[in-house]
């Protein structure tokens, strides 16, 4: 066993997280000093008790912080008391009547609920709130050095931004680095392997951003270290030696994040409370083995899956605990493999959060028994296959960026938006009149009065770019008319939802341009209108849409993340003014297939059901419809049970995205693809400019800054 630089035992000079690990040798007298104190600190709280029962709350805390040694100023730092001292504490706190002290008290951070007297905006910031705190997670790192790759540290910052989450040790690969016998140039060329390893290096390596290294930071880097040398067994599986086990049992850890190493068995697999972490990057039920993110493309799935995982002695056969789906990119392998590692950098984060709220009883569910095939890398047949689709898909992508711009428009289908719920349903839609080539309509969502349905939608003007909310009065016997100049806002607006409620029409326009969710009221419907409130602030929410359901009032809505992916959110209220509260679980899910609101949610037959996009194939190709299975403000869970594609032979036959109910109707939208000239020389300048800053410097991974999608119905990727 190979113990970290500093001090013996592998403990660093700095104290962290109190004494030295029990079961560690050779720990430093700073250490042994450290124990000591502590139960000097503890050992007369019994005496202390009927003193402690007359002092107010505010003193009982002190004297309870200072018998447990963590205000004492003969201590080296400022230390959590270990689990034999709080066991001693709380054996003598007993009697104490309603004052327990099972966890000491500190500041917890929670989510804004709004303004105390109820009604009033509110956001995903937080307030400080004096609570008792949940228990913390302490968690350790395996790693191959001084370095992680750039997605595993932003795995790390999502985590350490959660209160009561703290890293405790690095469990570092001894072996990591150790020169291995390489293979010379004529044998490497003779591989049946050996056009995947020239496109590796050609086009992979250091391409991705990713993967590259990034030191760990001096928080970090001050941990205790502990170094192991596996043993390898068979040709891939690792053991930990017994002494190496002890030690990190040693750290009371919670749970252990696996950046390094290959395939670990045995005891290190219980060496923490709730085991060891992997991300397996790929949907477990369909593609195991390397390389990830390859064999999607090659056989022509549209998303490419993300799974975190609890380690067990089978292989692949773990206990999954968070899962996510972004979007496969056919045209570059690089692109899409940059997606699925940084599309899951906050699921451990979130296993974390549900195990602090008592949520995460999945945590010790079954493991896996999936029986999805086994891929191995990829040998020089599949490769000239691989070549050729990734170019055709260039190729494609590019003639249909420059050559088929999107035109979506709007219809109505004479029948419930639960009509949909049945595969067997062919809509007939009455489209409105086509627009020009340079406008679009979408976003569509209606009121029924007087037979007449007035259709509240997005009109962009595709030369400049902005979205405006129009009005359409579409009477049932007649032709439809379009009012402009309504519900005038100072940014791109798209997705007007409109609500009814006690008698008066609402409407909640996204604007996530101004980080925030407007309420407004018509005052004359559709022409006037007047902002009464605002429910949500600093928040860039997508395509905001609620439901009042079960007593309650909620807000689904996407948040897009800096690697343009969108992740659900909701917010709960008791009333349509608030005040809102966010759901405990946010975010609730990312899959790229069925996470963006698409339209309204509905109650059929008791069940609430929530229309999404599905952008697994590109953006507003269809509509998945959820079934909501849970809902409360602590849990969520919801299953898609149907997809609505747009009709191949209709006039809008390339996209769909919406779903909107408006009594026993259903307004969609839909697109086709035209050429437009203006948008041909501009998207083809836009490509250019790109084209020549892609080659003057290389690209760089933002992990600060989200970029947040100034428009719903915001043009294609450039192709680079």
């Given at each position: 066993?190979?113990?970290g630089?500093g001090?013996?035992?592998?403990?660093?000079?700095r104290v962290?997280?109190?004494?030295?690990p029990?079961?560690v040798?050779g720990?430093?007298p700073?250490?042994?000093?450290?124990?000591?104190?502590?139960?000097?600190?503890?050992?007369?709280?019994?005496?202390?008790?009927p003193?402690?029962?007359?002092?107010?709350?505010?003193?009982?805390?002190?004297?309870?912080r200072?018998?447990?040694?963590?205000g004492?100023?003969r201590?080296?730092?400022?230390?959590r008391?270990?689990?034999?001292?709080a066991?001693?504490r709380?054996?003598?706190c007993q009697?104490?009547?309603?004052?327990?002290?099972?966890?000491?008290?500190?500041?917890?951070?929670?989510?804004?609920?709004g303004r105390?007297r109820?009604v009033?905006p509110?956001?995903e910031q937080?307030?400080?709130?004096?609570?008792p705190?949940?228990?913390?997670?302490?968690?350790?790192?395996m790693?191959?050095?001084?370095q992680?790759?750039t997605?595993q540290?932003?795995?790390?910052r999502?985590?350490r931004?959660i209160?009561?989450?703290?890293?405790a040790?690095l469990?570092?690969?001894a072996?990591a680095?150790?020169l291995?016998p390489?293979?010379?140039?004529w044998?490497?060329?003779?591989?049946?392997t050996a056009l995947?390893?020239?496109?590796?290096?050609?086009?992979?390596?250091?391409?991705?951003?990713?993967?590259?290294?990034?030191?760990l930071?001096?928080?970090?880097?001050?941990?205790?270290?502990?170094r192991?040398?596996?043993?390898?067994?068979?040709?891939f599986s690792?053991?930990?030696?017994?002494?190496?086990?002890?030690?990190?049992?040693?750290?009371?850890l919670?749970f252990i994040?696996?950046?390094?190493f290959?395939i670990?068995r045995?005891?290190?697999?219980?060496?923490?409370?709730?085991?060891?972490?992997?991300?397996?990057?790929?949907?477990?039920?369909?593609?195991?083995?390397?390389?990830f993110?390859?064999?999607e493309i090659?056989?022509?799935?549209?998303?490419?899956?993300?799974?975190?995982?609890r380690l067990?002695?089978?292989?692949?056969?773990g206990?999954?605990?968070k899962q996510?789906?972004v979007r496969s990119?056919?045209?570059?392998?690089?692109?899409?493999r940059?997606?699925?590692?940084?599309?899951?950098?906050d699921?451990?984060?979130?296993v974390?959060r549900?195990?602090?709220?008592n949520?995460?009883e999945?945590?010790?569910?079954?493991p896996?028994?999936?029986?999805a095939?086994?891929?191995?890398?990829?040998r020089?047949t599949?490769?000239v296959g691989f070549l050729?689709?990734?170019a055709?898909?260039?190729v494609t992508?590019?003639?249909?960026w420059?050559?088929?711009?999107p035109?979506?428009?709007?219809?109505?289908?004479?029948?419930p938006?639960h009509?949909f719920?049945?595969?067997r349903?062919r809509?007939?839609?009455?489209?409105l009149?086509r627009?020009?080539?340079r406008?679009?309509?979408?976003?569509p969502?209606a009121?029924r009065?007087?037979?007449t349905?007035?259709?509240m939608?997005?009109?962009?003007?595709?030369?400049e770019?902005?979205?405006?909310?129009?009005?359409?009065v579409?009477?049932?016997?007649?032709?439809p008319?379009?009012?402009?100049g309504?519900?005038?806002?100072t940014?791109?607006?798209?997705?007007?939802?409109?609500?009814?409620h006690?008698?008066?029409v609402?409407c909640?326009?996204?604007?996530?341009?101004?980080?925030?969710?407007?309420?407004?009221?018509?005052?004359e419907?559709?022409?006037r209108?007047?902002?009464?409130?605002?429910?949500v602030?600093?928040?860039?929410?997508?395509?905001p849409?609620l439901?009042l359901f079960e007593?309650?009032?909620?807000?689904?809505?996407?948040?897009?993340?800096a690697a343009g992916?969108?992740?659900?959110?909701?917010m709960?209220?008791?009333?349509?003014?608030?005040?809102?509260?966010?759901?405990?679980a946010?975010?609730?899910?990312?899959?790229?297939?069925?996470t963006r609101p698409?339209?309204t949610p509905?109650?059929?037959?008791?069940?609430?059901?929530?229309p999404?996009?599905?952008c697994s194939?590109?953006?507003?190709?269809?509509?998945?419809?959820n079934r909501?299975?849970?809902l409360?403000?602590?849990?969520?869970?919801?299953?898609?049970?149907?997809?609505?594609?747009?009709?191949?032979?209709?006039?809008?036959p390339?996209?769909?995205?919406?779903l909107?109910a408006v009594?026993?109707k259903?307004?969609?939208?839909?697109q086709?693809a035209?050429?437009?000239p203006?948008?041909?020389?501009?998207q083809?300048?836009k490509m250019?400019r790109?084209i020549?800053?892609?080659r003057?410097?290389?690209?760089?991974?933002?992990?600060?800054?989200?970029?947040?999608?100034?428009?719903?119905?915001?043009?294609p990727?450039?192709?680079?």
């Open positions: 066993m190979h113990h630089r001090l013996p035992g592998g403990v660093e000079p962290r997280y109190g004494g030295a029990k079961g040798l720990a430093a700073l250490h042994r000093r450290g124990r000591q104190v502590a139960a000097e600190a503890a050992e007369p709280f019994g005496r202390a008790l003193e402690l029962r007359r002092l107010p709350g505010a003193e009982l805390r002190v004297a309870v200072l018998l447990e040694g963590r004492d100023p201590l080296e730092a400022r230390q008391p270990g689990r034999a001292v066991a001693r709380d054996r003598a009697g104490l009547g309603a004052v327990k002290f099972a966890r000491p008290q500190h500041s917890e951070v929670r989510p804004m609920s105390s109820g009033g509110a956001n937080y307030l400080v709130d004096t609570a705190a949940p228990q913390r997670l302490r968690y350790g790192i790693c191959s050095g001084a992680l790759a997605w540290a932003l795995v790390v999502e985590l931004s209160p009561h989450v703290e890293p040790l469990i570092v690969d072996d680095g150790a291995r390489r293979r010379g140039v044998q490497r060329l003779r591989s049946p995947w390893g020239l496109y590796q290096r050609a086009c992979i390596l250091g391409k991705v951003p990713a993967e590259r290294p990034v030191d930071g001096a928080d970090l880097d001050r941990l205790p270290v502990i192991c040398r596996a043993e390898l067994r068979g040709k690792q053991f930990f030696s017994p002494e190496d086990v002890a030690a990190i049992r040693s750290y009371e919670d994040l696996r950046f390094g290959n670990i045995g005891d290190i697999l219980s060496a923490a409370r709730y085991g060891v972490w992997s991300f397996h990057h790929g949907d477990l039920e369909r593609y195991r083995g390397m390389p993110a390859f064999w090659a056989k022509g799935d549209p998303v490419t899956g993300i799974t975190l995982q067990t002695d089978g292989l692949d056969s206990v999954v605990l996510c789906f990119v056919p045209k570059s392998y690089a692109r899409s940059q997606n699925a590692l940084v599309g899951g950098i699921l451990p984060a979130q974390c549900d195990l602090l709220s949520r995460g999945y945590v010790s569910a079954e896996s028994r999936t029986t095939p086994i891929f191995r890398t990829p020089n599949h490769m050729a689709q990734t055709a898909a260039k992508d590019a003639a249909g420059l050559f088929r711009h035109q979506w428009c709007v219809g109505i289908v004479d029948s938006i009509a719920l049945d595969s349903f809509p007939q839609v009455r489209w009149p627009p020009d080539r406008h679009f309509l979408a976003d969502f009121v009065s007087d037979r349905t007035t259709i939608a997005e009109e962009l003007d595709q030369a770019g902005i979205g405006r909310l129009v009005a359409i579409w009477p049932d016997a007649g032709l008319t379009i009012r402009r309504i519900l005038e806002l940014v791109h607006a798209s997705y007007p939802y409109l609500v009814e006690e008698g008066e609402f909640i326009p996204e604007t996530s341009a101004s980080r925030e969710v407007a309420l407004y009221k018509s005052i419907f559709p022409d209108w007047t902002k009464v409130d605002t429910l602030r600093g928040v860039p929410a997508l395509d849409s439901v007593g309650r009032w909620w807000m689904f809505y996407g948040i897009e993340d992916a969108v992740r659900l959110h909701a709960y209220a008791p009333a349509l003014m608030g005040p809102w509260m966010p759901h405990a946010n975010p609730l899910k990312m899959d790229v297939r069925s698409g339209g509905f109650v059929h037959q008791g069940t609430l059901y929530r999404a996009q599905d194939r590109g953006y507003g190709g269809a509509v998945a419809l909501v299975i849970r409360t403000p602590t849990d969520f869970c919801e299953e898609v049970v149907a997809v609505v594609g747009p009709d191949p032979r209709g006039p809008f390339t996209g769909i995205h919406t909107s009594g026993d259903t307004v969609i939208d839909g086709r035209l050429f437009v203006a948008q041909f020389a501009a083809f300048r250019s790109k020549l800053r892609h003057q410097r290389p690209r760089t991974v933002s992990a600060s800054v989200p970029r947040h999608a100034s428009s719903r119905m915001r043009r990727p450039c192709p680079t």
